[in-house]
C-alpha cells in the first residue's frame, strides 16, 4: 500500500511538472471573420457534447459551431453564420419559443444598438445559413450599447425572458420580459432594473438561498462600478411591479475596473467565491464568510510580470491534484506579453496562500476574452476554450498537458 501511494504520489508530481511547462497546443475552431467576441456553451443538438455561439464584432457575423466527436475535436468544427449584424458584443444560445430547436440572441453596440434574435430553422437544417431567420426585438432598437445577454425566467410566465446589459450612455441592467407568443418580436416589453456604468458580466445564481435566481453582475466603469447582485423579489412581486428596480447588494470592487467574474469554490470551504479581473491590476477574490447575505472578505491575487491587462477569470483544478486553479485571460497582451495562463496556489494551510503562474499561450495573441473550463479532448483534464480578436485567432482551444 506505501509502495502504491508512493508511486500514485510521483504521477501526480509528474503530472503537475507537465501542466505547468510552457505554452499548451492551440486548437483553431474558426478563424475566418474578424473579432472574434465571446464564447457561450450550450448543447444544441441533443448529443452531450457542448456547442458555441460566438458574435464577431468586425466581421459582423453571428456563428454557432457544433462540437465533433473525439477524433475530429482538433479539427475546424462544423458551423453556420445564423445571422449578419453590425457590431456584435454577445451571441447566447436559448430556445425561446420553445419549439425545441435551440435560437440564439446577439447584443449589439456600436451604432446598431439593438437585440436579435436568430430563430433556428427545423432539423435537418441547423447548419443551412439560409433557413435561420433574424428579427429584431423593437423595443430594444436603438436604445442602448447592448454588451451582454443572459436567458433566464423571471416573472414565472411565458416561457423564458433575457436579462440584459448595456454601457455608456442609458446603460443598465434590464430584462426583457416574454410575451405569450415569443416570435411576436413588438410584444416583447423592457424593464430597467439597475442604472449601471458599463456591465461586463451576468450570471443567474441563487445568492440568498431563498428558491429564486438572482443577478450576479460586473460593472466596469463610472460611480456604480464594482461587483454586485440584484436580489430577485420572486416571480409574483416582478408580475405586480415590473419596472421597480430589484434591491441591491455590493460584494466589493467599487476602487478598480473589474472584468468578467466567476463564481464557485475557489477553496475547500465549500462557501461561495467571486473571482474578477481587473484592467490594470490583478485579480480580484471576493470569499463569503457564510450566512444568508455574507460579508465578503477581499484579497487581490497580483497579475504576473509579462502579461497584458486581465480580461477574464475562471475556476477550475488544472492539474488535477484536487485544489482550485485559476485561468485568466488578457488584453493588451502585445508579444512579448502573455495573454493566457493559470495560477495555482500552495497548499500551504492558508486560504491566502502564495500563487505561482504558469504558461498557456505564449506569445500569440493581444485582446482575448470569457473563458470556458471543459474536457474537449476526453482525457479527464480541462482544457480552455476561449477567442482572440486582435490577431485574429479567431475561436479555438488550449490543450491541457496534464494528461
Keep these: 500500500m506505501l509502495r502504491h501511494d508512493w508511486i500514485l504520489g510521483l504521477v501526480l508530481i509528474l503530472a503537475v511538472q507537465v501542466a505547468g511547462a510552457g505554452e499548451w497546443p492551440r486548437h483553431t475552431i474558426d478563424d475566418s471573420s474578424r473579432g472574434a467576441d465571446g464564447v457561450r456553451l450550450a448543447d444544441v443538438n441533443g448529443d452531450g457534447l457542448l456547442d458555441i455561439a460566438t458574435g464577431w464584432e468586425e ?13 475530429k475535436v482538433r479539427s475546424r468544427w462544423p458551423a453556420v453564420t445564423v445571422g449578419q449584424v453590425k457590431s456584435p458584443e454577445d451571441a447566447v444560445f436559448v430556445d425561446l419559443d420553445q419549439d425545441g430547436r435551440t435560437d440564439v440572441v446577439s447584443c449589439c453596440e456600436g451604432r446598431t444598438r439593438t437585440v436579435f434574435v436568430h430563430w433556428a430553422p427545423a432539423a ?3 447548419l443551412q445559413g439560409s433557413a435561420w431567420l433574424t428579427t429584431a426585438l423593437p423595443c430594444t432598437q436603438q436604445q442602448q450599447s447592448w454588451m451582454f445577454g443572459l436567458p433566464m425566467q423571471v416573472d414565472g410566465q411565458h416561457g423564458v425572458d433575457l436579462v440584459v446589459g448595456s454601457k455608456g450612455a442609458q446603460a443598465a441592467i434590464g430584462w426583457l420580459e416574454a410575451p405569450e407568443d415569443p416570435r411576436d418580436v413588438d410584444a416583447w416589453t423592457y424593464h430597467r432594473l439597475y442604472r449601471a456604468g458599463w456591465i461586463m458580466s451576468l450570471q443567474a445564481r441563487d445568492m440568498d438561498a431563498d428558491g429564486d435566481l438572482d443577478i450576479l453582475a460586473t460593472d466596469r466603469k463610472g460611480p456604480t462600478r464594482g461587483l454586485l447582485w440584484l436580489e430577485n423579489p420572486g416571480a409574483d412581486d416582478v408580475r405586480l411591479r415590473g419596472d421597480a428596480d430589484w434591491a441591491q447588494h455590493r460584494v466589493g470592487g467599487d476602487d478598480r475596473e473589474v472584468m468578467f467574474l466567476a463564481a464557485g469554490a475557489l477553496r475547500q470551504t465549500g462557501q461561495l467565491d467571486l473571482v474578477a479581473a481587473v484592467k490594470g491590476r490583478g485579480i480580484s477574490w471576493f470569499r463569503s464568510q457564510g450566512g444568508r447575505q455574507p460579508p465578503w472578505a477581499h484579497q487581490e491575487i497580483a497579475m504576473p510580470p509579462n502579461c497584458g491587462s486581465g480580461k477574464g477569470v475562471a475556476i477550475g483544478d488544472i492539474n488535477l491534484d484536487g485544489q482550485m486553479d485559476l485561468v485568466f485571460s488578457c488584453e493588451h497582451a502585445e508579444p512579448p506579453l502573455s495573454g493566457v495562463r493559470w495560477l495555482t496556489r500552495d497548499a500551504d494551510g492558508r486560504e491566502e496562500g502564495r500563487w505561482r503562474d504558469h504558461e498557456i499561450s505564449g ?12 474536457d474537449l479532448d476526453h482525457d479527464g483534464d480541462l482544457d480552455v476554450l476561449t477567442c482572440e480578436e486582435r490577431h485574429n485567432l479567431g475561436v479555438f482551444w488550449y490543450e491541457n498537458p496534464t494528461r
Design 124 to 126: 435537418p437544417h441547423y
Design 363 to 374: 506569445e500569440r495573441g493581444i485582446k482575448f476574452d470569457r473563458l470556458e473550463l471543459l
Design 59 to 71: 466581421g459582423g457575423q453571428i456563428r454557432v459551431y457544433l462540437q465533433p466527436e473525439k477524433t
